[in-house]
């Protein structure tokens, strides 16, 4: 896997269901409206932001490469 | 003969297929087997609404594929269910035929919604399929009955207002999420629907719900799969027992997702959940200790969900039941606004918000750090 650049919450996908906060607490936060927010200047690994991403029920979050490529969620065939 | 699998996992949603890639994080070389009775991969049935509303497509429900589980080689066969475990023997009799033996085995096969099997027009919001036929039936339909209270009719209420339909809701007479809310919070959450041109039947049903333009939604809970483990020795109470590390009474064999009863050490009571992030996070944890790991899986529960065309949001954190051994406070803040209170012995066990998102941090840390707290009218 490309190292992951760039974090998008598409936020009308989020449903506060808040299981990044919890897979990855140092990445991602509950803002006052209670959608998921990364935060900045974070330094987890993408391992631990690829399993935060993974976790959403909605496939809210969205990783791109360096390349702008979107990495997650797989792109639909 | 018999294929002795070293972790066989039954039920491949959110629960099973995070234990499975949990496993082969920590066991680069065992053989997973999971057992799913649907014939799809993993997928969100949290998403269902959003293909419903038509915000996301189909083909996008599904958070993994088949050859995802290939490539981290976890055998994933779809369309097989289990008749029956033998514990003693350790193996697994499927429906159609082959029995698998195991070293390991998790049980993760959640809930199945209850039915009335009264009216035609019925229809559940569990499945891919079920979700296919709302869609081809909610827009022939002028008006939405919806039966029950709880996740799916508050999903069922924001599809059928999508659709502008003339939407009627028939709850308990106790009112709306009667074994949890009060009846303060429950008439909050109803003048919240009574404003969007809901009308609501307490202990009731309109006289027209057989009516050939109406669509009928219910939600009126799940019961847990359990015929299949009847018999097997497992201790079950209103949800399969386990410790706080996700394994039964039966040495080998542990459990994760809806379908678990556990010991909360921070709470210090018995707890089950039926959301997504339970289901995710006690996969995790299960997954690593039938690799070999000696973790306790005590992560808050912490769930919400938002409805836009209905205005609702509803935070549920922790503990949120009716007992003996629990004091239930609830306070309307405005119409639409409400917090309600699970207090035992002067902590807080949980609690559930109602269009007040912003005060969730707040209760989260009073739970986790298990502060004293009194409530004040």
Redesign the interface.
Known sequence: MKKIAKIVVER??C?????C???ADKVFK?D???IAVVIEGHSASDEDILAAA??C???AILLYDEDGKLIY??E?K | MTEVVDYLIIGGG?AGT?AAETIRNEDPNGRIVILEDENHPMY?R??IP?YLRE???R??LF?R?FDSYKEKNIEFLAGKSVSSIDTAASTVQTADGPEFGYKKLLISTGGKPRKLNKYQNEHSMQTVEDADKILEDVRKAKRGVIIGSGFIALEFLETFLHFALETHLCIAKEGYWETMLTKEMSDVVCGIFEKKGVKIYFGGTPDFINAKDVILGTGIGVDTSKDFFTGAGLKYEAGLVTNSNLQTNIENVYAAGDVVKYHSQKLDREVRYG???NA??SGKYAGANMAGKNEVFD?LS?????EEKVGL?V?FLGFSGKDDQTQVKSKKVLDNQGMQFFIRNGKLDGCILINL??E??KYQTIIEERQDFTYNA
């Open positions: 009308p996908l449903i506060g269901a808040g299981t906060v919890v897979v509950m006052e409206e209670n993974q976790s029920p909605t496939a969620p797989p639909k | 959110p995070t969100s949290i998403k959003f915000i996301r497509t083909e996008e958070l594929t959301n997504w992030t995710i996070m992560v912490a769930y919400s969900i938002t949001s935070v998102p912003a969730r941090q």
